[in-house]
């Protein structure tokens, strides 16, 4: 089970800092990755991390602007968010998959119940 907070509404150029809480201990052992619909689209990849936390990769249009990290002692996992554009809108999952680093929604069978994230002109 997992838990996302740190959403909100917020202008065209601010940060936003997402966390997830994940219950249980096989935390450490998953890959994971931030994910996120808008209405009428399928999940897009925002940003993976692998399992102990010393790789990860992101969409081109959040590079440079986005920073997962995870803390595996607290079964935690992040998305600090800067410069943020309209185009971030959207409700952000965080989600768990044993393919380490994968791009695609469908890689991901564990997800959290999403926090959303509005960005204003």
């Known amino acids: 089970q997992f838990v996302e907070s740190g959403g909100g509404l917020v202008q065209a150029g601010d940060s936003l800092r997402l966390s997830c809480a994940a219950s249980?201990?096989?935390?450490?052992?998953?890959?994971a990755a931030w994910l996120r619909r808008t209405p009428g689209k399928g999940p897009y990849f925002v940003a993976a991390?692998?399992?102990?936390?010393?790789?990860?990769v992101y969409s081109d249009s959040v590079t440079g602007r986005f920073t997962v990290s995870r803390n595996n002692a607290e079964n935690t996992l992040s998305l600090q968010m800067s410069s943020l554009q309209r185009g971030d809108t959207g409700s952000y999952y965080c989600?768990?998959?044993?393919?380490?680093?994968?791009?695609?929604?469908?890689?991901?069978?564990?997800w959290g119940q999403g926090t959303q994230v509005t960005v204003s002109p």
């Open positions: 989600a768990l998959t044993g393919k380490p680093l994968a791009r695609s929604g469908d890689d991901y069978p564990l």
């Open positions: 249980g201990k096989t935390f450490p052992y998953w890959g």
């Open positions: 991390i692998n399992e102990d936390g010393t790789d990860s």
